[in-house]
């Protein structure tokens, strides 16, 4: 056995069992914590660099690790593509002297499957830093790979707040995480509009059930009376049997957490079945394609996206525009992630080398980016500072409220 396949198994023995510890529960109102780990500094205490890692053609390498088969591959082409305008506009700004930004991609099609990939990334192509994946367990994949190698791992989709809970310092996370999503939407329902009745519907998959449950957890100290929560399979038939639940609930107001697919087919439920309840979601539908597929019952629907999606601060000749110039289609948060990932490493390595330690190093003492996304700057924890925005869906775009 070589030292790839020895390094894969120990790393799949353990990466279940560690992920799903760290995704526990959130700490009892009134309790102390042990530590504060987002107030301490998000340091590297352990050996020093082994020297640049250097390719033939002299370039930066960074591994991009993205679906591009099954349920997953829209949201990996929007990876690809972010990463890739960046690498073009990165490349095409460089100075005399400066090193070119490569990409190194692999295929994330399935979360087990995928682990050899992320090994040769880190121990075959000997990357400077990876990006990825799409989804909260293939990303905790690569996670406890990256670890193991001493590897800058950037996630730019996943809102699993337990990447970031336990401080690891390879770790660095962009989108805001589950608790604060939660956070937004309960205080806006409860404390805000002071609604008293709420459904929430919830694709059976895990990064929506770990939305959900976060979601529940902040409902209770909402002011919120009455509340429903109901579960459903991805794409199955079984919507319309959910209408039913839903109006005997009698509620103001109903939160979807799915994707834009089965997003768009509740919200076109609800619209003829429960006309009275306004309707919300989480961020699986702060894409384009959700208003594309619902229509005209996407007009008036609230999500809680990651960030202003609707780029409402952008100038012509902008991110939005220039992605859509390059690729025919308005991006979504997974290519804006994307896209700035490259462009912190990018900034990471001109600043510190292509050495691993150094550019964790470098990148984490960046100062704040000011992306297509907002303003970047990583916390205590390797997380993103940034907080969610509520947007809301008006001729088949997304408006958030005037600052």
Not at 96 to 104: E, M, S, W, Y
Not at 344 to 364: D, H
Request: glycine residues 10%.
């Amino acid at each position: 056995m070589n030292l790839r396949d020895a390094a894969l198994c120990a790393l799949l023995a353990t990466a279940c069992v560690i992920s799903f510890a760290a995704a526990g529960p959130g700490r009892p109102p009134g309790t102390r914590p042990y530590a504060e780990l987002d107030a301490r500094p998000y340091a590297y205490n352990g050996p020093a660099d082994d020297g640049e890692a250097v390719s033939p053609s002299g370039a930066i390498r960074i591994g991009l690790f993205v679906p591009r088969s099954g349920a997953r591959a829209r949201a990996g082409r929007s990876l690809l593509c972010g990463a890739s305008l960046a690498v073009e506009e990165a490349n095409a700004g460089m100075d005399p002297g400066d090193r070119p930004i490569a990409l190194v991609i692999r295929d994330d099609d399935s979360v087990w499957g995928s682990a050899r990939e992320a090994v040769d990334l880190a121990y075959g192509e000997e990357v400077s830093a990876i990006v990825g994946g799409i989804g909260g367990e293939s990303t905790h994949v690569v996670q406890q790979i990256a670890t193991k190698a001493r590897l800058p791992l950037v996630a730019v989709a996943s809102t699993d707040a337990s990447l970031t809970q336990i401080s690891i310092p390879w770790m660095f996370r962009l989108p805001p995480d589950d608790d604060a999503i939660a956070r937004l939407l309960a205080d806006h329902l409860g404390r805000e509009r002071g609604l008293e009745r709420v459904v929430s519907l919830t694709s059976l998959s895990y990064d929506y059930e770990l939305r959900a449950r976060a979601f529940e957890k902040h409902i209770a100290a909402s002011g919120i009376r009455s509340f429903l929560s109901l579960r459903f399979r991805p794409g199955a038939p079984e919507l319309t049997g959910l209408a039913a639940a839903v109006r005997r609930a009698d509620p103001q107001a109903v939160v979807i957490w799915a994707g834009p697919e089965d997003g768009a087919a509740l919200a076109n439920l609800l619209s003829r079945e429960v006309p009275g309840a306004d309707c919300y979601a989480g961020p699986g539908c702060a894409t384009p394609r959700f208003p594309a597929l619902a229509g005209g019952a996407a007009e008036g629907v609230r999500i809680a996206a990651p960030f202003d999606i609707g780029f409402s601060g952008a100038v012509p000749g902008g991110f939005r525009e220039r992605y859509r110039a390059a690729f025919g289609d308005d991006p979504d948060a997974v290519a804006a992630y994307a896209y700035e990932a490259i462009l912190l490493l990018e900034r990471a390595a001109r600043k510190a080398g292509s050495g691993r330690v150094r550019l964790r190093e470098a990148l984490a003492g960046l100062a704040p980016l000011a992306g297509p996304t907002g303003p970047i700057r990583f916390d205590g924890t390797g997380a993103n500072a940034a907080e969610p925005v509520l947007v809301t869906c008006r001729d088949g775009r997304f408006r958030s409220k005037p600052r």
